[in-house]
């Protein structure tokens, strides 16, 4: 076993320490083995009857390239000469040694020791140290020996021209400081540091201004390689601060949850996020730069900037240049400071869904023209931010509290009869119920003791100093409601242009203004369809009570909403009770499974919070593998009954644009395509006020159109193209400074601006204007708009099911690109859904993959091999033959640096240091052959193969060529010689037969 290696400056043959104390000695070039060795027998003293152990260490004199130290574990240090091959000095000590390093005079040396010890020994005086040290040790009294300590795994000597020397170690603390972090110890004359470190020190290397070990060493940084991270430390300032990492190497942080990437952003971005994420630099920190460099960047084909937002479980969102293929952290958010923090366990997050990572982000929502950023947690949080380059204090955080709940029928009278239900959208309009009623949300626990109006964090109430980035516009919290926890977010939607979010999740829809701070829209899932709902559906299991509720908390009335106006549509009027026989036997019904539903309802939520955290799919998106053709129902757990089943069904998808809303349409208009679980697309028109002033006064009216789509599967994506065929992306507002005081010319302006609508204009002919094309699990399907006819349909997968799907620009044209379970990706053009590509990529292993699966622009895509790694990769046939040159390059050949000058003394008297020819020593010609059964020597990847992955342009090419015609030029040889032997063996053969026909010529037969 190879216990130590030791490669001089250089040199191409290599030292190798073994287990058994032996050296050998290895040329690097051809990987053969020198017959030179040195055994352990003749390297100790001849009168030592024991083994002095592996080797530890193996270094030659500075000086002298002829005089090797050699280290065995035991205590013992040898000086060799491997010109006389003998030893000059033996050094013996009592402690076992660690590590060995040289002064640059070569005339001392320095050991570490088990016991905490450094010695330190001349050269020409053996017997004993120069000097012993314990740097950690406690100086007793009346000059006795200090304490043990903890071993000294490694030193460094290295000199300066202007003061001390540097001794450098990790390890030897003293014993009895139990529980003390890890510490790397820097002795510079006559003063100690003592650098504790987050992680186990694995090693350290000390850069130095030159790699000549014979000249002084002017060390400038300390490289510290822990378990989980990668530390500098800069020598040259005062208290040695270290060096800012530029690299994404805290790659053990916490955990990455979601992820989102964009490709072709606006150029002005990633130089924005850059500089506010230059700004987060912490104090303490090395004011030079990073002193590690080498590399060189490939020819980079690829112009446009690329973006990767990552959201992690403890809140944090960062977002990484990922341009070609680099990947360089620009910007850190932490959402989670927003929140207070449980300081004991009783002072927990009032969530049961959660019980660990609280703030974990589950959905990202990002608009980059505008920057407007929304993010979804895993305890039923959204947070609005807005991009500003300027500093600045929220006195107070603006919040809002939602109770999303969809249940009708659940408030029974005193004498048992059921309460009318809640009435069902209608085709009218009523501007009065376009903003829901607020609620009180002072009481934290309803009248049977359950927890109730109160969301699962708490939000700072003290004043919020915001750096420049990303600041909290708006967070929004879904509340508990009769001691049920809220349901997670399945999907979230933000449009700057309009001043509108819009999440949902398995119980309904919410739709929030974040510019006049109020909630606009609050209706269950199944109010959505009004009384066009296929399925006719009815409640899920009732109450006994039912809480006062509505929607936002902007202005919150003294009194209680009546119950019937809880989740009333925006549209709908009075309604009228329906006390029919058929909802009478329901409500029965109901009655009976009551206590069972609650227990599942439990079940449920406990399982969706247990797979939130391991990063698999919600209940509600679980795709269904035995959909029947002719129904639109999906799966659930066995634990969840038949009505609750159909009554949960979740917003899986959100768009907002511009388009045609109804058949008789002559006009586009802003509105929200909502996507369900069930395969359902409804469309909710909305009325906006004029932009300015009437914008933050007027209220948003928010109708149903009453149009209804339906397709098989969980609806996952929904975009729009033009005549041309061209994606319409949604409509957005430019990006502004909003912290900056303006004049009142700016205001003037401002007031006039209008958001940008990439709409088509009216004057294009009104018939068949735009497509839409919606993606669902099982398929795609292009309608035109405003006719609502389906002119192609694509059954994307018959015995599987679409994990992630997006409609994505490449090429200069638009095309549907998707990820199936069964691990095929697939692309299909658009407008005509014809099938572009079907390749076999990746098996869905974990729910990991199904869950950060993304597709971006110009045929890029990701996804999280495992909580810290992201794996890209391309279905573009440009960037296939472009990749090797965009790759790069690892190590750049540089020029030696100059030798030390000797001057003229030492090199009159040979003071200076004295070469050895290597090769003459350890070559076959002087050492001869090693025994082939001490080592073997394993071919590596140095083929065409290999020339292939490691060149790139014409040079690979002429490489690979050249590489071809030696191989060839060998197998000639070998065929030539094999050849020349054969010819030798049939001479041969031709001679032996020629003398035994002489031999036996004249002889008679019976004289055989």
Request: aromatic share 8%; with cysteine; net charge neutral.
């Amino acid at each position: 076993r190879i216990t130590f290696c030791h490669l001089p400056f250089q040199s191409k043959w290599l030292y190798v320490g073994t287990e058994r104390g032996n050296i050998h000695i290895v040329n690097v070039e051809s990987f053969t083995l020198s017959g030179y060795v040195i055994m352990w027998n003749k390297a100790i003293e001849l009168s030592s009857k024991s083994h002095p152990g592996p080797i530890v260490h193996i270094s030659d004199n500075p000086m002298d390239e002829g005089k090797l130290l050699i280290g065995f574990e035991s205590g013992t240090v040898v000086l060799w000469d491997l010109k006389s091959k003998k030893a000059d000095y033996r050094y013996t000590h009592d402690e076992a040694i660690h590590s060995v390093a040289w002064h640059h005079e070569g005339k001392q040396f320095i050991c570490s020791h088990s016991d905490g010890t450094l010695t330190i020994w001349n050269v020409k005086s053996p017997t004993k140290p120069f000097q012993t040290i314990t740097p950690h040790g406690k100086q007793l009294k009346d000059g006795k020996k200090p304490e043990p300590c903890k071993p000294i795994l490694k030193v460094e000597y290295k000199t300066t021209r202007a003061g001390e020397p540097f001794i450098i170690l990790s390890g030897g603390l003293s014993y009895d400081t139990v529980g003390r972090r890890p510490c790397l110890t820097v002795m510079h004359g006559k003063s100690t540091a003592v650098l504790e470190m987050d992680y186990s020190i694995v090693d350290f290397l000390t850069l130095c201004e030159t790699p000549y070990p014979n000249d002084f060493q002017e060390p400038y940084a300390v490289v510290v390689l822990l378990e989980k991270d990668l530390v500098l430390i800069d020598l040259a300032q005062n208290g040695y601060p270290i060096f800012e990492n530029p690299y994404p190497l805290t790659i053990h942080e916490s955990p990455v949850t979601c992820c989102e990437y964009f490709a072709d952003c606006p150029v002005d971005l990633i130089p924005a996020l850059y500089s506010v994420g230059a700004r987060q630099k912490r104090q303490g920190y090395s004011k030079k730069e990073w002193p590690i460099s080498g590399g060189n960047w490939g020819l980079i084909a690829q112009s446009y900037p690329e973006i990767i937002i990552t959201g992690h479980a403890d809140g944090s969102i960062k977002f990484w240049d990922a341009s070609a293929i680099t990947l360089q952290v620009l910007y850190k958010l932490k959402t989670a400071k927003v929140f207070e923090k449980s300081r004991n366990k009783d002072d927990r997050p009032n969530t049961d869904i959660v019980d660990e990572d609280p703030y974990a982000i589950q959905i990202i929502s990002w608009c980059p023209e505008s920057r407007m950023l929304c993010i979804a947690g895993v305890s039923a949080h959204v947070i609005i931010y807005r991009f500003s380059k300027q500093e600045v204090t929220t006195e107070v955080i603006p919040m809002l509290e939602v109770r999303l709940l969809y249940e009708i029928n659940d408030v029974e009278s005193p004498d048992g009869e059921q309460v009318p239900p809640l009435p069902t959208p209608g085709t009218g309009s009523n501007p009065q119920s376009i903003v829901p009623q607020s609620h009180p949300s002072t009481s934290s626990s309803s009248s049977d003791g359950l927890r109730d109006n109160v969301p699962c964090l708490k939000v700072k109430n003290s004043p919020l100093k915001q750096s420049p980035g990303y600041q909290i516009e708006l967070v929004i919290q879904l509340v508990w409601v009769s001691g049920e926890p809220p349901q997670q977010i399945t999907s979230l939607a933000v449009n700057s242009a309009y001043g509108l979010v819009v999440f949902g999740n398995c119980n309904g829809i919410a739709m929030v203004d974040y510019l006049q701070k109020t909630v606009l829209l609050n209706l269950g899932t199944i109010e959505l369809y009004g009384s066009n709902d296929p399925y006719r559906r009815e409640p899920r299991s009732p109450r006994k009570t039912r809480q006062p509720s509505g929607a936002g908390l902007c202005d919150i009335n003294e009194g209680t909403t009546v119950p019937e106006d809880r989740c009333k549509s925006p549209t709908s009027g009075s309604g009228s009770p329906n006390n029919s026989d058929d909802d009478q036997k329901m409500n029965n019904f109901i009655e009976k499974v009551k206590t069972k539903s609650r227990k599942f309802s439990k079940m449920v939520a406990n399982d969706i919070a247990k797979m939130s955290r391991k990063l698999s799919l919600p209940t509600e998106l679980k795709p269904d593998l035995d959909v029947k053709d002719n129904s639109f129902s999906r799966s659930r757990s066995s634990s969840v009954t038949s009505i609750d089943k159909e009554s949960r069904e979740a917003i899986s998808a959100l768009h907002f644009c511009e388009t045609f809303t109804r058949k008789a349409d002559t006009s586009p208009s802003p509105c929200l395509w909502v996507g369900t679980t069930l395969g359902t697309v409804l469309v909710i028109v909305l009325n906006l006020p004029p932009a300015g002033e009437q914008r933050l006064l007027q209220p948003v009216i928010v109708s149903p159109s009453g149009t209804i789509l339906r397709l098989k599967g969980a609806i996952l994506r929904m975009a729009f193209l033009d005549t041309t065929g061209s994606l319409v992306p949604p409509a957005h507002e430019p990006w502004r400074e909003h912290n900056v005081p303006e004049d009142k010319d700016e205001k003037d302006k401002s007031k006039k601006r209008r958001p940008v609508s990439v709409s088509p204009s009216s004057s294009q002919e009104i018939s068949e204007n735009q497509y839409a094309v919606i993606c669902s699990e099982k398929q795609a399907k292009v309608i035109s708009l405003p006719s609502q006819n389906c002119i192609y349909k694509q059954n994307i997968t018959e015995t599987s099911f679409v994990l992630r799907g997006d409609i994505v620009s490449l090429s200069n044209s638009v095309c549907l690109a998707c990820f199936c379970a069964n691990g095929h990706i697939m692309t299909f053009s658009l407008p005509s859904l014809r099938p572009l590509l079907d390749v076999y990529y990746l098996p869905l292993t974990n729910m990991r993959i199904a869950r950060t699966f993304c597709f971006t622009n110009n045929g890029q895509a990701l996804y999280l091999v495992s909580p810290t790694e992201i794996q890209r990769l391309t279905y573009s046939q440009e960037t296939c033959e472009n990749l090797q040159e965009m790759l790069g390059e690892l190590f750049t050949p540089v020029e030696t640096p100059e030798a030390p000058n000797r001057g003229f003394f030492k090199g009159l008297f040979g003071g200076g240091a004295q070469s050895l020819d290597r090769e003459e020593l350890f070559g076959e010609s002087a050492s001869g052959k090693a025994s082939r059964s001490l080592a073997q020597h394993i071919p590596g990847p140095g083929g065409i193969e290999g020339v292939k992955g490691a060149a790139s342009g014409v040079v690979g090419e002429l490489a690979r060529a050249r590489l071809a015609l030696d191989e060839r030029g060998q197998k000639l040889g070998e065929l030539e010689e094999k050849t020349a032997a054969m010819l030798y063996s049939a001479d041969s053969f031709s001679k032996h037969a020629h003398e035994m026909m002489l031999k036996y010529k004249d002889k008679k037969w019976y004289q055989f």
